[in-house]
């Protein structure tokens, strides 16, 4: 992560990131969707391979979360910058998330020592290996997204190469097992899901599934918005693991001493494209500033602000 960051991320500023970083970030954020599309093309056009893809990320999940609980590893971006155990990295996934979503960001990221095993790295390993036996050499184009989403993972100093290679040994695990668990090689297995098929599309059997789907996902919403506002209320591990960017914009009185949440909070309205409302914010980080670099960091902001306004 080291390496790569100092050869190609130039410049880390929060309100100067290049298209790339914005690129390895929304690649980043894939990962929480892709393999969901994924297994929904596959229920819908080759079903009888669901029960295959349903096993095997059954298992992927359940063992990753599970390796967390045996190795809470922490991090690159936490081994460096809270710890100081190698160089400083731009943790510029998150920086980038804050800036553009930072309401959903602070609400999702409760777990950020979810390192060993990167299930980023299992997930789309894990869909390459299934597309492949279902679609051979047409799920070549998924293979490139997988092979950079290994890359993004290691740039944005999310995971270690060694969480990259456990999560890939975890999705062949799941692979392998899961296709035995299957028994896609028996004719007879086939011909039952063949009659299983028959039965899924049957209307009734359709719309029990929709509504149990809108079950699960009306319980999922309303068991994720309780955890993050206890998550929100703690002030003590929000403190610990993520700055509390949403309390930012709803407690500014409580920040308005403080030079590195001002710089941020005019940062963001800067990224929206809103110079007018960053003013306030880069004058006060100006006079909040100790040191040259601060000030200096300060003033470049605000004086981009006025320019861009003036030009406007």
Known sequence: SVD?????????SSDQFSWFEK????????HFVAFLLVGFIIWIYKSDYFQFFKISFYMAIFLGLLGYFIVPTVPPWMAANTFGLFPSVSRFVMAIYNMAIPDISSGFDTNPIAAMPSLHAA????????????WGW????????ALFMQFAIVFSAEHYIVDVLAGAILAFICYFVSSKIARFKSRSKKENFNSEIANQRDAGKMFRVVITGIIILFIGTLIGSYNRNQFINNRVAYNLYVPKY?????????YSSSFPIQLYLGSYYFFKGKYKEAIPYFERALILGRTEKEKGMAAVRLYRCRELLSNN
């Open 123 to 134: 997930f789309p390993i894990l869909c390459s290996l299934i597309l492949w036996r279902i």
């Open 138 to 145: 047409k799920a070549i184009p998924f293979y490139f997204y």
């Open 4 to 12: 790569l960051q100092k050869w190609l991320l130039h410049n880390n």
């Open 23 to 30: 690129f390895v970030t929304v690649a980043h954020g894939s």
């Open 246 to 254: 949403i309390d930012f914009f709803r407690n500014e009185k409580e």
